[in-house]
């Protein structure tokens, strides 16, 4: 009896564990968005906030309504939606970081979470965008993913870089920080 309750209390752990990641990956912070060069148009393609479209950019802003005991605005990742991908991903002098995914499978919960960590680390740097894969077949074709979670660097002016997700077999997150780093994101600030 002992012994089949186990498996039970190891995935009751590593879902209180993954639970109280997540809650603690989405909260509210007095840290600002680092110096930004993002062209002022940027935005111009982000619409209202959109948490279960098939695209959306993860924003690090200022959380409305939210402040701090001094009155100062709380900033968190938020999901806004894409008006116009296409007109988006072309944007001059904006660098790009595509998370395919897929939403047909179960996540990736702690990949993504992990990925909003990416977000708010590379704000004013890099936009990144959560794509699910299968509503965005040209975008899969044209990079050539065959497995997911993948991940694109691409924006004006760059050749786009894909991670390799089919490729690496398996691999961490702490490898995908030292491939953007590689690409010159370090999260570091860099």
Not at 171 to 176: F, G, I, L, N
Request: glycine share 10%; proline share 4%.
């Amino acid at each position: 009896m002992q012994k089949a309750a186990r498996p039970v209390i190891r995935r009751l752990a590593a879902l209180i564990f993954l639970t109280l990641f997540l809650t603690g990956s989405v909260s509210c912070s007095s840290k600002k968005p680092a110096a930004s060069s993002e062209p002022s148009g940027y935005r111009d393609f982000l619409g209202d906030f959109a948490y279960d479209l098939p695209a959306a950019c993860m924003v690090w802003e200022p959380v409305e309504g939210e402040t701090d005991e001094n009155g100062n605005p709380l900033y968190g990742l938020q999901y806004r939606e894409i008006k116009d991908l296409d007109k988006l991903l072309a944007a001059t002098d904006v660098k790009f970081l595509l998370y395919f995914h897929s939403s047909v499978y179960g996540d990736n919960a702690g990949i993504t979470a992990l990925v909003e960590e990416i977000a708010e680390r590379l704000n004013g740097r890099v936009a990144v965008i959560s794509l699910d894969a299968g509503e965005f077949n040209d975008l899969v074709g044209k990079y050539q993913i065959t497995l997911l979670p993948e991940f694109v660097l691409c924006g004006y002016g760059m050749e786009a870089k894909v991670f390799g997700t089919a490729d690496r077999g398996s691999w961490t997150m702490q490898e995908v920080e030292d491939w953007l780093a590689e690409n010159g994101y370090s999260l570091s600030g860099g």
